[in-house]
């Protein structure tokens, strides 16, 4: 039998208190669910291979597209296709879960100081 343990969403929030560093915190079907912190503004990029959940657990977030804004507000979620230049921004500290492909680069086709590579499972 698998033992199976629930993970505790806002514990492990409280585990870390940086920005725009994903932690991971499950994988399934190929997929990793992430959970990141965020504040100001986010680095124009896009995932050519890969679509990209961002579900808005704590907070407000817009996602800047090239030719409107997206408000998610606490509850909400937004799907970004793959190929579509995107830059989030929280005025404030936003808490948002990810879903994404294992494969998916953080900062897409853009190197940036604040593309993580490593990203930490907590």
């Known amino acids: 039998m698998i033992e199976v343990n629930g993970i505790n969403i806002g514990e492990k929030f409280n585990s870390f208190s940086e920005y725009w560093?994903?932690?991971?915190?499950?994988?399934?079907?190929?997929?990793?669910?992430?959970?990141?912190?965020?504040?100001?503004?986010?680095?124009?990029?896009?995932?050519?291979?890969?679509?990209?959940?961002?579900y808005v657990y704590k907070g407000q977030l817009q996602i800047k597209l090239k030719d409107k804004i997206v408000n998610i507000d606490q509850g909400e979620f937004f799907i970004i296709p793959k190929g579509v230049g995107h830059s989030p921004y929280a005025e404030n500290e936003c808490h948002?879960?990810?879903?994404?492909?294992?494969?998916?680069?953080?900062?897409?086709?853009?190197?940036?100081?604040?593309?993580?590579?490593?990203?930490?499972?907590?």
Request: charged fraction near 30%.
């Open 21 to 54: 560093t994903p932690k991971i915190v499950g994988e399934l079907n190929g997929q990793f669910v992430k959970l990141a912190k965020l504040k100001g503004e986010f680095v124009w990029h896009n995932h050519k291979e890969e679509d990209e959940l961002f």
């Open 96 to 122: 948002v879960i990810l879903f994404e492909p294992k494969a998916t680069a953080h900062t897409g086709n853009v190197e940036h100081e604040l593309t993580v590579k490593n990203q930490e499972w907590i």
